[in-house]
């Protein structure tokens, strides 16, 4: 048997299994998105009609601003974050271990319990951590309902999914900050150069590649956001904290809206391409 017909043959279980899970349910959705769909009622197809309809709704564009602020912050402060730890455990490698198991296994918790741990945390009364530290320490006047109030709520909920997703930028910055050869370090030393000048000289520029790698995971993260939202606002106040993949789960699974909800989720879709085609590009040309 040839050999490529036996690599065919391996590999054909992984094929039909990502066709099924994969490619089915994408060409599916894109289909879905051109019918008018309510309930179990017969789809009416519409053509563009949902996609119009879209950029319409108020709701939708207050989305895609929410969106866009909500994977901006969360993205700048978890890989800011991680990446400013990363090259401070840097000087002490040994002595930062369990300091860096520790923020790293936040980010192996599921968003489902750390939006319950935040919402312990963010509650509005007494017995919320925030508002009874703030009660504790005599600044009782700022304590606040901080997922309740429409001008807080999308704030918290970006500190709660930044801490969660910390640990993975400072894994990836703290391995390419490691890769940095010995003897750049030990000379810049030499030259009088201090710990504030080697990270801003010589660490920064030589970490770049795992700060985008970063950039490009956790951007892709912030977008898919759902569970960590669903459990600390449900979308609101007011839908003040609705992402796109949120109103995606609103319109077709509790308003029923199934072609409408689908073509908000081409939309993100679309999104999600965007941003990853110039790391395939890149990725590929590497290969090359």
């Not at 077709?252 to 965007?274: C, D, E, H, N, P």
């Amino acid at each position: 048997m040839p050999e490529s017909a036996a690599g065919l043959i391996l590999i054909a279980p992984v094929l039909i299994l990502f066709a099924v899970s994969v490619v089915y349910p994408l060409f599916d959705t894109i289909r879905l998105s051109f019918y008018d769909i309510k309930g179990l009622g017969t789809p009416r197809y519409v053509g563009i009609g949902n996609y119009l309809k879209l950029f319409a709704d108020p709701a939708f564009r207050k989305t895609i601003w929410t969106t866009v602020i909500w994977t901006l912050a969360t993205t700048s402060i978890s890989v800011g974050l991680g990446w400013l730890l990363a090259m401070m455990c840097s000087f002490a490698p040994k002595a930062t271990l369990p300091f860096r198991v520790m923020i790293f296994a936040a980010f192996g918790i599921s968003e489902a319990v750390s939006a319950f741990m935040w919402l312990g945390i963010l509650r509005p009364d007494q017995s919320g951590l925030l508002n009874a530290l703030l009660g504790a320490i005599g600044l009782g006047q700022f304590q606040h309902a901080w997922l309740g109030d429409p001008n807080t709520a999308l704030w918290g909920l970006i500190v709660a999914a930044s801490w969660a997703q910390v640990g993975l930028p400072l894994m990836l910055c703290f391995a390419s900050v490691q890769s940095i050869p010995k003897n750049v370090l030990e000379a810049a030393a030499m030259d009088g150069a201090g710990p504030r000048a080697m990270m801003r000289y010589i660490m920064m520029p030589l970490s770049m590649p795992g700060v985008r790698v970063a950039v490009f995971i956790n951007l892709l993260g912030s977008l898919r956001a759902f569970d960590i939202i669903y459990v600390l606002t449900g979308g609101g106040p007011v839908r003040s904290t609705e992402t796109v993949g949120f109103f995606m789960y609103r319109e077709s699974m509790t308003q029923f809206k199934l072609g409408y909800g689908a073509a908000a989720t081409v939309i993100l879709l679309v999104a999600v391409f965007v941003i990853s085609a110039p790391a395939i590009i890149q990725r590929t040309a590497g290969a090359k």
